[in-house]
């Protein structure tokens, strides 16, 4: 069985790779790393790439961090005092072009040495102007990995990243969602392993999807109506974050390093009081499709 | 004593008497009202002043709402279920230039059945660059609207705002803080309509306060650092708003009008990760003064 140095071990060469292929396919700016250390146990490596040719902020964030379980997780687990041990990859990138789509994706392990292990992830998609082909090549490239593993995970975790990025004081989604799954521990069925092998998936499909939709996307004509429209957007995902993520929220209440937490905000964002978009406009359409339980795969 | 309907008379005045004062002091650009209603009773006229000569970006906003008291307040204040009726004027200013400070105002009046009756309410400012006397003018002018009142108001009002308008994330001040008072309610000493004068006086002084800071301020010169600056310093404006604000917490939590509620975002906000201001540039003296517990009368 995997144990939490070969998990580390294996979060810290996904970062590697995937930095290397954002490099890649960006083929201008470079990562810079942002080194830390945490007082309680443990740190982190964040790299944040700027002023690309094609991304314009981008965060790709290593951490493993342990120590004594702080008093907001045991109080919400209903556990008793405990050390834990937490590692993880997180990745937020913002796009200079809005017909390029904002991705996010988070793999992570947590275990308490009560004996919990746990899995948890995603890979979400939010697009400033949704494209139903790629809507379909994200969402058909995701149920594929899924279904290398187990038939029912992509209803699931598809199911569940609609319930999870939503905004719910607009009443819309954050995006077009894709994969979510949290504390996924083992089963009679599914071994520590497996769930890990399956984890291990999701990361490396996250390069491969991301630089296909940079690609293909990012010589797309646009002008000032369409770079307005993404920062209209780019505020709906700063509400996200700082009203509704979890990991966000947790970050904050637990005095986690501010940065990395919020190297998921945008390069800038605007609000425009009730900016209402012409109807049948493009960006009209769009809010049209940010609603939950649309089958992306067939649509 | 005043009953609901002339307080809520004398908010509505005092809405208009302040847009006028705003647009007079702006020269340029003129409010456009939004009226609204709540499906569960009530409603409001927000007003917004967009693109003037010294705002950029202006919200003054009345409401007077009433019904069911949501269950969010009911558990939070331990009360069983009964009607309430809350009104109030809430105004926040996001000027052109990194040399005007933000401002925010607000005063409240809530009641319920029950018997409770309340007032709240403040006034806080946030320069993008603190200059001392600019600081000591502001907390003068709310001492002296304190002071006419009751002479522990100003202290106790003023540590109220220091804890208030604290960013615990950042571990930073919003601004210079300014006052803030909630749950104000009859006692022996003090009557609802000396509660409601002290109030009343509160929402006269914003105004000339407010004109002046933008009358002194908005010739000033400054550049791409000084508009930069003002730029990473709304995105902490931002960051209080979303995650700290009670007001806009329970505006969310109990789906109120989100465009009234977010009109206190600014038009545009950056975040550029870690950025840390030159030692001894005017940025970073700032942020030397983005403290609790400061004198400003005395500064």
Sequence with gaps: MYNKEEITQWFMSLQD?????LETADGSAKFLEDPWE???GGGGRTRILTQGNVIEKGGVAFSAVYGKTPEKIQRALQLSPSDFYA???SIVIHPQS???????????YFEMDNGIKWFGGGIDLTPHYINLSDA???HQALKEVCDRHRPEYYDRFKNWADDYFYIKHRDESRGIGGIFFDRLSPTEETSLDTIFHFVQDVGRAFAPIYTHL????????????????QLVRRGRYVEFNLVLDKGTKFGLDTQGRIESILMSLPPQANWQYNYIPPIDSPEYQTLQYLKKGINWVKA
């Design 38 to 40: 945490r007082e309680e």
């Design 87 to 89: 590692t993880g990859v």
């Design 98 to 108: 809005p017909m390029v789509p904002i991705i996010h994706m988070n793999v992570r």
């Design 17 to 21: 790779d995937i930095c290397d292929e």
């Design 214 to 229: 940079m690609q293909k996307n990012s010589n797309l004509a646009y002008g000032e109506q369409e770079k307005n429209w």
């Design 136 to 138: 379909q090549y994200f």
